[in-house]
């Protein structure tokens, strides 16, 4: 799933190419993905964008006439721009947006791979988007700005284990399964330590690591991305997705936890004391 940093640096670059451009037409070629209805998708038409901006892990395209379209990628979704507009017979598209100016017929478009269908789009005014569940029940941004208390933040989240109460956007927003394995390994703390058992230099080193990873993760893609904007950008991991390879920073071998739709990666030395979780369903591991 895009997180943070990818759809920070995927609003930016579509907002440079996109600001003050006209909306000629919209279409919502997988009908799952439209969630609203009133404003119709096309009071977007003849409409100027005036800019595309992030809220957690949503994009989001402020239209003229106070309009805004929210866009949640979910795991499989992609928004990009085109000089060529899509075919109709192309199954992947979710959302067309064609718009003038530049070289060609350009079309901002959401693209959607696999069978699922979760990414989203939602047509809404300033107060609709303020009061969607999306967006209200958010809880504060991990960058560039995360609570300077940490622990009181996490302290109401009870003995969840750090690892999943970091990926709860209601608690805190733009963290998801990549980064918190990074984010914890930065800061040298166990993924099963309850949440609610941060003292207050755990809580600094926690707070010092989401911003230092989430803040190079961006700066990397300042630096490698431009339009088009690659399917799959290059992440800048260190732990995830590295099972079985030296850690980084010690050599110690990168353990995994195998969950059923993902899995979660970590230094053995540097994070849990040694100690490895072999299987969740039949060890614990909570400090």
């Known amino acids: 799933m ?80 085109y000089d060529k507009r899509a075919s109709l017979r192309d ?16 079309e901002l478009r959401l693209r959607e791979f696999g069978t699922k269908q979760a990414a989203w789009v939602k047509v809404l005014t300033p107060e609709g988007l303020a009061a969607d569940d999306a967006v209200a029940k958010l809880g504060p941004e991990a960058w560039p700005d995360p609570p300077e208390d940490l622990a009181a933040l996490l302290k109401p989240v009870g003995a969840r284990p750090l690892q ?3 990926r709860d956007q209601r608690v805190i927003t733009g963290i998801g399964r990549s980064w918190v394995d990074e984010i914890l390994w930065t800061a040298r703390l166990s993924p099963f330590k309850r949440a609610n058992d941060l ?10 690591a989401i911003l230092a990873r989430l803040g190079a993760a961006i700066d990397h893609y300042e630096a490698v991305v ?20 030296p850690c980084p920073r010690c050599g110690t071998t990168i353990e995994a936890v195998h969950y059923e739709s993902y899995v979660l990666c970590y230094c053995p030395h540097d994070q849990t004391g040694d100690r490895v979780l072999k299987d969740r369903r039949l060890s614990r591991l909570l400090k």
Do not use: C, W, Y
């Open 164 to 166: 999943a109460a970091l």
């Open 226 to 245: 431009t339009l088009p904007i690659p399917d799959k950008l290059p992440l800048p991991l260190e732990v995830h997705r590295h099972a079985g390879e």
């Open 2 to 81: 895009p997180e943070l940093p990818e759809v920070e640096i995927t609003a930016r670059r579509l907002s440079a190419a996109l600001t003050g451009a006209t909306i000629e037409s919209t279409l919502a070629p997988g009908i799952n993905a439209l969630k609203t209805f009133d404003p119709p998708l096309h009071a977007l038409d003849g409409r100027k964008i005036e800019g595309v901006r992030r809220i957690g892990k949503h994009a989001v395209i402020d239209v003229s006439g106070d309009l805004h379209v929210l866009v949640h990628l979910m795991s499989a979704g992609r928004l990009q721009l």
């Open 91 to 106: 199954r992947t598209s979710r959302l067309l947006i064609r718009v003038d100016g530049g070289s060609g017929e350009r």
């Open 199 to 208: 003292d207050a230099k755990e809580a600094a080193a926690l707070r010092a």
